[in-house]
């Protein structure tokens, strides 16, 4: 349906752009339609100056599905090279940051590059707040614009990593891509409570799907079949019981490693939940 609404929009002489063929793109991410989102890629590089990350990001993750690795790397590369070309045509100079003055401003630095730095989420900071003072604390040095590339929920500590420069630079598109086409490895410990989920090591997987709901300034997530499809695997590293004055056990707990193989919003929390968790 979004192909042929793609192609009606078209006859009529619709005017095309970014979020067109991103909506017509994610709904090819499955393997036995991943040719029609490359081509609709290709139709998007003609028409338009330069497609952005993240829509060249829902292509590769179609790629993968389809264990088209080659083709993805390819189409990545050769995106990464138009990126380069565009900003250095609008000769953008490119940013050296002095880490400790960063650290001297409060930021836990984990990592820094001269397209990227990654930075250290507290569990109580969102975000969008931690953007905010990077941004401040680098344009005290001259630096660029920052961009999210990735985010984590409030509650969840753990390491961003942030592209330096706008949303037309080569290291914010190149990032984008890589995250949005699952590229990149993402591993979360937390400890949950109820009964043990298993002994320590074993695994499980949870597959449900996930509707978001939206109430005025909250979201949250639930497991339903109106819901997009969702997979997380858990591995159990430790298990803890909390007991009373009296020798009784109150309460279990086990410390859990997990992976998203996709990426909905509250996943975790709703899968965790939905095993009553």
Known sequence: EALALLADMAARR??????????AVSACEHDSMWQHSVALFQECCLRLRQPKGILLGSV???????????LACELLANELSKWLVLEKSIDRAPCS???QSLLNAGHDVSSQHQSFIAVSKPGDTSTEKVL??????IRVFGGPDVMEVSRLDLFTSGVLVIALGSSTSASFNYLAAQFAGHLVS???HCLCSGISLGSIGCKAVRSAPLLTIKDMDRQWAIVSNLGREALTTLRVRAGYCMTSSRGMQDES???LEIRLITGRAHQIRAHLASLGR
């Open 14 to 23: 619709v005017n095309m752009n970014d979020f067109t063929y991103s909506a």
């Open 60 to 70: 590769i993750n179609a790629c993968r599905h389809a264990n088209q690795w080659s």
């Open 97 to 99: 940051l002095p880490q």
């Open 132 to 137: 905010e003072q990077l941004q401040d604390s």
């Open 186 to 188: 993402k591993t979360y």
């Open 253 to 255: 707990f086990s410390f």
